[in-house]
């Protein structure tokens, strides 16, 4: 109540009343970022004091209270109203973890593995979880949305994991090789067959040789008499005959 009194005694009396707004307070909502991007939000909205407000993270500020785009992590908040004063909080932006994608294969495609598996053991496994092989240059014979899909070709193959409760994927290759590298099968001219010589020796030492190959002579209308394993074998009869040579290594021919 004020109350003013001038000098001849007369008086004027006026009440105030002086209004405290609410105690200024804050409240909270965030969205996780996910995948593993830098794509979480804080939603913050004043309560109390005066308007209009400032909304402030810690390593932004405006005044709508939207902050999009937050890596995921803790923030220290804080709203200021019109007149200073100020409410200060913690924000924590939580972290939805992408699924783990990991391709790997052992082995390599040859003459004799003309079908290889594929692995994706290491990869997350469980719930939601979408698998699926892509390649661009190779080929995928089955299992293509499992995690061992079986392949019959050379070429880079990818693997994406996908976690349909979030949309969140990762994706990993592997580059599946072959060895399809073929023998050298070489047989020298054989001396013919007559009255004296009864016998004749296939020389097939032009050939590929060591310890990783293998020999087979063959015939349909001769007769081999030894050596039918080796790089020289004894003949005593005419005909046809060829030498088998094979890569112990990969399987090839020749």
């Avoid at 092989?133 to 994991?161: F, Q, R």
């Amino acid at each position: 109540t004020v109350v003013i009194t001038d000098t001849d005694g007369c008086t004027a009396e006026e009440v105030y009343v002086i209004e405290e707004p609410e105690v200024l307070s804050e409240l909270t909502n965030t969205l996780p970022a996910a995948c593993g991007n830098n794509n979480g939000t804080i939603i913050l909205q004043a309560s109390g004091g005066v308007g209009p407000y400032t909304y402030d993270i810690g390593v932004d500020f405006n005044g709508s209270g939207i902050f999009q785009g937050v890596p995921p992590g803790f923030y220290s908040g804080m709203i200021t109203d019109q007149n200073n004063c100020t409410v200060s909080f913690p924000i924590l932006v939580e972290e939805i973890e992408g699924p783990e994608a990991v391709a790997d294969v052992n082995g390599m495609l040859s003459c004799e593995e003309t079908e290889i598996t594929l692995t994706g053991e290491g990869s997350t496994e469980g719930g939601a979880l979408i698998y699926t092989w892509t390649t661009t240059d190779g080929n995928i014979v089955s299992g293509g949305n499992t995690l061992n899909p079986i392949v019959d070709a050379t070429g880079t193959y990818t693997l994406e994991v996908t976690d349909a409760a979030t949309n969140c994927s990762e994706t990993d290759e592997v580059v599946v090789t072959g060895d399809f590298t073929t023998p050298m099968s070489q047989i020298s001219s054989a001396q013919n067959l007559d009255c004296i010589n009864l016998t004749s020796v296939l020389d097939g030492t032009g050939s590929s040789s060591g310890a990783n190959f293998s020999y087979l002579w063959v015939t349909d209308n001769g007769n081999i008499v030894e050596g039918e394993t080796t790089l020289m074998a004894t003949v005593n009869a005419a005909g046809d005959y060829e030498l088998i040579v094979t890569n112990l290594t990969n399987g090839c021919t020749s």
